[in-house]
């Protein structure tokens, strides 16, 4: 069997609030409009009331919240009617845990090191705090564990029909270990007697005595676990002794306001196998590994064959039965060995499907300016976070950035700060603040190796820490992926790029400690024969400290610096360099050629799940690049208007001028066109209240300030308060009113380009019409399918009377769909066909992009795109159109093209002669063309 590349892709979010029933009733619209994959969230069964899917609990179900197996069934048989395919989410990094609906982790609190899930887990159990020594840190609770034991919250309950003890602690189930079950038996039989009670007592005493082999574990746990079906036996047949159980329990539940009750339930809290704890103690004594800061969110070790193997047994059944055509990966920064993880994925994948070429991969990649994805990973691309930067950056007008940088400058009281310094303190913030726990256990690593060598052995702990604190902070990309095989050159480069920034710090007087940091990093110093022992030592250090840098890169950058750093918000996207301001049109053609040359079966993405506002309210604001002076003039006059809407607190205004104007720049991206603003409070006052602890500046989620946040709040309110006719209402209405014509021909024109590009477009679900979203959860709302399905079925043919109704989003519909098709018609003019750059020549030649697509079929594609059209506009039209606004502009065409075209959006036939095309004539009826022959 041949691999499958899909032609489009339409990107699902799946809740209990949409079902696979809810996308079978979708399809027909999504098959109407185009669409070959469905490009689906996680299904597999997960935390309750899950959003998102990606808290996985167990990975051998279907979420039963979804419809399970027979609503996935209907899914495919549905898909399967209309041609087309299934792409599935797959997250190998973590598990949810916590609650008690994971009974892998479940099993390793009630077992500790002797369950065979143990290894499942990145848990280290012999840290370097002594009474941490074979029990994991569940940092779950709201108080102090001694506020929260007196209190009464931690309750012992004995289950009759499992036989088994449980401490719940509100919704978490914390099962006791086997071994400590004498304890409360003990307890009963000081309140009565039972013979059987007595002899089991007994028994559960003898499991304390630890095996010394796997073999011997394994059989103490059998052992337990045939002694508590004995107990659950005799609750359930013996009154009495289920009574004497039930008193035990009491007598452990102390009573609140009496200290010395609690005794029993401490003691025995004790001798579990995990140590209840305060959820602030985990920043700094963690000892499993998370994603990123989240507790609940346990890391896998899915490098190990058997943890491999148990968490995508049924995702390969499924594509062994032929639903399932590709696969993302989600998150392949967080695995400890990326490129092996993907080859094994690949192999087995191959094997399911019965397919003698490469399975449909992508892998969730977020890559540098200057970073390529990995030659030997066995993917297709990434899921094009990498083109949606690209994308927006040739609509970003370059003589905005110096105007715009002085608003922001003066906004910042005279002093704007280096992008990258941002970044630094950002990502200093969150090592410190949020994983504190795993640099240390980095540097303590680090110490152990360097203490085998009396070269190297000097270096301290405390030094080791700050070196590596400082590396970390300067890295430049998510990850390096240095192995057993070596270092790569890029690899080098990297952490070459991070020291020497590091060093410039001056964080630590000996700075040759960052000469032997480099050489743990690269693997260098093991690889001297004196040191070749090391070698699996410092691989897996190595290796550890890559699976670190993502997390703070993530956290530091995307969710600090993008919202502490604002100049201009559509930048900072996932993925993105809000310190480059946009990008040449030369340059956007030569990432695509790179991306035909390499990857041309990759994704192509516009919006995303994660993505910081939507396609098209992030293509209103780069409008503003072009707007600047006008923008400038606008901001002042606004912070005048509404300063009786601030507070004072401290004797700084609240909002803080940075916070106003990320404010007003949301504003711009998500003013409805239609002018209905229901619901517009609640949306802004939601994403502010995020990017303002996200900031961690003025408030945070961990220390929130609730006067600022109140603050805040208030000024959304009184400022949108649309009930009357405010000055600033009236005069931001007629400045979006301005905008908002640039902001669409952006939105558009990506959509054009993303269609034509190398790569498989997506489409994120709803933003086939205008995508106005900002972070999530605003960008999960619920879609209106029916509306869709009515526009498409009503589409005018006339294509003037799409532009005279744009703000209906029925013209975006239209050009999503006229693309689709056409690439469906003619998938290898889009999969291998050739990419010619097109180069205007002219008055207006700057603001066209322009590309020709060929294939060995002799089909034949151009695509027209202006940008920076405010500049284009005449008195009677924001539109640029025909020959008024074109004039003499040409596009020479490539050899051998042909000289009559039809414009797809349009109908219209389009002649070229002499081998030029007149940009007059392509965009004559609507602002963009796409030809065809």
Request: with cysteine; net charge positive; hydrophobic share 40%.
């Given at each position: 069997m041949a691999r499958?590349?899909?032609?489009?892709?339409?990107?699902?979010?799946f809740h209990a609030g949409f079902t696979f029933d809810d996308a079978v009733a979708a399809l027909p619209t999504l098959a109407a409009l185009g669409v070959s994959d469905v490009y689906a969230s996680p299904i597999l069964?997960?935390?309750?009331?899950?959003?998102?899917?990606?808290?996985?609990?167990d990975h051998n179900a279907l979420n039963p919240e979804l419809g399970g197996a027979d609503g996935y069934a209907r899914l495919i048989e549905a898909l399967r009617a209309h041609g087309m395919g299934i792409i599935l989410d797959v997250v190998p990094n973590h598990m949810g845990i916590g609650q008690a609906d994971n009974d892998w982790w479940l099993d390793v609190l009630e077992w500790g090191e002797a369950s065979p899930f143990a290894t499942f887990f990145d848990i280290d159990w012999s840290p370097a705090k002594a009474e941490l020594k074979d029990k994991v840190l569940l940092p779950v609770l709201g108080d102090h564990y001694g506020a929260v034991l007196e209190q009464g919250q931690l309750k012992l309950a004995f289950d009759a029909?499992?036989?088994?003890?449980?401490?719940?602690?509100?919704?978490?189930?914390?099962?006791?270990?086997?071994?400590?079950?004498a304890a409360i038996l003990a307890q009963a039989l000081e309140v009565g007697s039972s013979p059987d009670l007595e002899d089991l007592t007994g028994s559960f005493r003898e499991l304390r005595r630890r095996g010394r082999t796997r073999r011997a574990e394994a059989l103490r746990r059998a052992r337990g676990t045939a002694l508590k079906d004995r107990?659950?036996?005799?609750?359930?047949?013996?009154?009495?002794?289920?009574?004497?159980?039930d008193r035990a329990v009491d007598r452990f539940?102390?009573?609140?306001?009496?200290a010395t009750t609690f005794r029993p339930l401490h003691r025995l809290l004790e001798d579990q196998n995990y140590r209840l704890a305060f959820w602030r103690v985990a920043s700094d004594e963690i000892n499993y590994r998370r994603f990123f800061q989240i507790n609940d969110l346990a890391g896998l070790r899915v490098e190990e064959p058997e943890v491999f193997d148990a968490t995508h047994a049924l995702t390969l059944d499924l594509v062994a039965e032929g639903t399932v055509t590709g696969l993302r990966i989600d998150h392949i920064d967080g695995l400890f060995a990326p490129r092996h993880y993907l080859h094994r994925l690949q192999h087995k994948a191959c094997a399911a499907a019965g397919q003698d070429t490469p399975f449909y991969l992508l892998v969730e990649k977020i890559l540098g300016p200057h970073e390529f994805l990995r030659d030997g990973w066995p993917v297709a691309g990434t899921t094009g976070y990498d083109f949606m930067i690209e994308v927006n950056g040739v609509f970003i007008d370059p003589a905005g950035e110096k105007p715009l940088t002085r608003l922001y400058r003066r906004l910042l009281g005279g002093v704007l700060p280096d992008f990258e310094d941002v970044v630094y303190e950002g990502k200093r913030q969150v090592m410190a603040q949020e994983l504190a726990a795993e640099l240390r256990v980095l540097a303590n690593g680090m110490e152990r190796v360097l203490e085998q060598d009396w070269y190297s052995r000097d270096f301290t702990t405390g030094n080791l820490h700050i070196a590596l604190r400082e590396v970390v902070a300067c890295f430049p990309v998510y990850r390096t992926y240095v192995n057993r095989d070596g270092t790569a050159p890029e690899d080098v480069r990297d952490i070459d790029w991070a020291l020497a920034r590091a060093r410039r710090t001056r964080a630590i007087a000996d700075q040759s400690i960052y000469t032997v940091v480099r050489s743990l990093l690269t693997s260098d110093y093991a690889r001297v024969k004196e040191r070749r022992r090391l070698l699996p030592e410092v691989i897996r250090l190595g290796r550890k400290f890559q699976q670190y840098t993502g997390p703070v890169m993530a956290k530091g950058v995307e969710d600090t610096a993008f919202y502490r750093y604002n100049r201009l918000v559509s930048l900072n996207e996932v993925g993105g360099h809000p310190s480059t301001f946009g990008q040449s049109v030369s340059a956007f053609h030569r990432q695509n050629q790179e991306r035909l040359r390499h990857h041309p079966a990759g994704m192509l993405a516009t919006a995303t799940h994660d993505h910081k506002r939507g396609e098209d309210a992030r293509a209103r604001i780069t409008a503003l690049s072009?707007?600047?002076?006008?923008?400038?003039?606008?901001?002042?006059r606004w912070m005048t208007l509404n300063r009786r809407a601030r507070r004072i607190i401290d004797d700084a205004p609240a909002p803080h001028p940075n916070d106003e104007y990320l404010f007003y720049q949301a504003l711009v991206?998500?003013?409805?066109?239609?002018?209905?603003?229901?619901?517009?409070?609640?949306?802004?006052?939601?994403?502010?209240?995020?990017?303002?602890?996200?900031?961690?500046?003025?408030?945070?989620?961990?220390?929130?300030?609730?006067?600022?946040?109140?603050a805040v709040e208030q000024f959304v309110s009184r400022v949108l308060d649309t009930q009357r006719a405010t000055p600033f209402l009236t005069d931001f209405t007629a400045f979006h009113a301005m905008v908002a014509p640039a902001g669409m021909l952006n939105g558009l024109g990506q959509v054009v380009l993303k269609h034509v590009s190398p790569g498989v477009p997506d489409t994120y679900q709803g933003t086939e019409l205008w995508d106005d979203s900002l972070v999530d959860p605003d960008n999960r709302r619920p879609v209106d399918y029916a509306r869709r399905k009515a526009l498409l079925d009503s589409l005018p043919e006339n294509a003037a009377d799409l532009l005279a109704d744009w703000t209906s989003g029925a013209i975006k519909l239209h050009i999503v769909r006229a693309l689709l098709h056409h690439r469906r018609a003619c998938p290898d003019l889009f999969t291998t066909g050739a990419y010619v750059p097109l180069e205007a020549e002219g008055r207006r030649a700057d603001h066209l992009i322009a590309l020709a697509r060929s294939d060995e079929a002799g089909n034949w594609l151009?695509?027209?795109?202006?940008?920076?059209?405010?500049?284009?506009?005449?008195?009677?039209?924001?539109?640029?159109?025909?020959?008024?606004?074109?004039?003499?502009?040409?596009?020479?065409?490539?050899?051998?093209?042909?000289?009559?075209?039809?414009?797809?959006l349009t109908g219209e036939e389009v002649t070229a002669e002499d081998g030029v095309l007149m940009a007059a004539d392509a965009l004559r009826t609507l602002p963009l063309a796409v030809l065809v022959a």
């Open positions: 499958r590349i899909p032609a489009a892709t339409y990107r699902l979010q069964k997960a935390r309750a009331g899950s959003m998102h899917g990606y808290d996985i609990t029909a499992k036989g088994a003890f449980n401490v719940w602690y509100w919704d978490h189930r914390f099962p006791v270990a086997p071994s400590a079950y107990l659950a036996a005799l609750a359930s047949t013996t009154p009495e002794a289920a009574n004497l159980l539940n102390g009573t609140p306001g009496k072009e707007l600047a002076a006008e923008w400038d003039k606008r901001v002042r991206g998500v003013w409805p066109l239609d002018g209905g603003t229901e619901g517009l409070v609640e949306r802004l006052t939601g994403f502010m209240m995020k990017a303002l602890r996200e900031a961690k500046l003025r408030t945070s989620w961990t220390t929130p300030d609730e006067q600022y946040e109140q151009i695509a027209c795109v202006p940008r920076l059209t405010v500049r284009l506009r005449t008195e009677d039209s924001p539109w640029p159109l025909g020959e008024t606004v074109w004039g003499k502009t040409r596009i020479p065409l490539p050899d051998g093209a042909p000289t009559h075209w039809r414009n797809l």
